[in-house]
């Protein structure tokens, strides 16, 4: 995994669209996510083409429109929005053909995802930019086998992505700043909420936080210290109601009164180290396995 800021643009790169003359968006799989996507990119006013090999992926894609649709009219989204103005393919050329931008989101294997970013990038002009939804992999990883990495960047989203509009975006070590610039520009023009990130991490940045927590339910779970039912109120009744409005470093900077942050790292700082101690990852037996799919059946 590379940590260093993304590259310069190399000398050879053309000028990536403007915004204005994008009318066409690709999205290249049409699961969960990358119908999600293509939803929403139909929301924002845009054709779309959907590449996916899947023989029942028309279909599929139709009924999670269907489903997405009534959400993204009650957020007055749709309001201009032709919703028949996609199409289905399985030809990548002709996918991308007059594409604006292309937005991957095949399933989370290394070795297709190396091998499809490459495809993608053979086929697609040089002045658009490809971005990944991918969730675990870097772009340094997945761009080993493209031409032109420089335009290959990940625009990392949360599901389901016509609702949740937080968008992470960060480049791979041989991604030039100007893609890197463009994709966090582009996903804000179209209302996406962006962190660009200043360099790979494991995980981004929201799914580390959200894998941390996810162990500690597990283990109070495991430990028969928490219900899931026990769990889940925890957070919706709890912390969660302030979260949309403040994230865990301003929750404590205000719990620190007066002196902030400051007073709340110095008086509390020792006595927090006690429960860190406890962050300890439980083993995913079949009987927490069975445990945590019960709690979530009743």
Known sequence: MNDSTPAAPLP????????DAIDTITCVGAGTIGGGWAAYFLAQGYRVKIWDPAPDAGEKFARLLDAAWPALAELDMVESADRTAWSMHTDLAEAVAGTGFVQESA??????KRGLLA???????????????TSGYSMTEMATEAAHPERLVVGHPFNPPYLIPLVEVV???????????????????IGKSVIRMDREVPGFIANRLQEAQWREALYMVEQGEATVE???RSITDGPGL???????????????????????????????KSPWTRLTAPELSQQLRDDVVAGCDI
Not at 119 to 133: A, G, M, T, Y
Not at 171 to 189: I, K, L
């Open 119 to 133: 495809q993608i990038d053979e086929v697609c002009p040089l002045n658009i930019v490809i971005s990944s939804s």
């Open 242 to 272: 302030r979260w949309p409005f403040q994230g865990p470093m301003l929750t404590f900077h205000l719990a620190g009164g007066e002196g902030g942050m400051a007073h709340m790292l110095d008086h509390f700082g020792p006595s927090l």
């Open 171 to 189: 480049g791979g070590r041989s991604t030039s700043a100007a893609a890197v610039d463009w994709a966090a520009d582009f996903f804000s023009h």
């Open 107 to 112: 399933p989370e294997d290394l070795a297709l």
């Open 12 to 19: 050879d790169t053309p000028e990536f669209l403007g915004f």
């Open 230 to 232: 026990q769990i889940d």
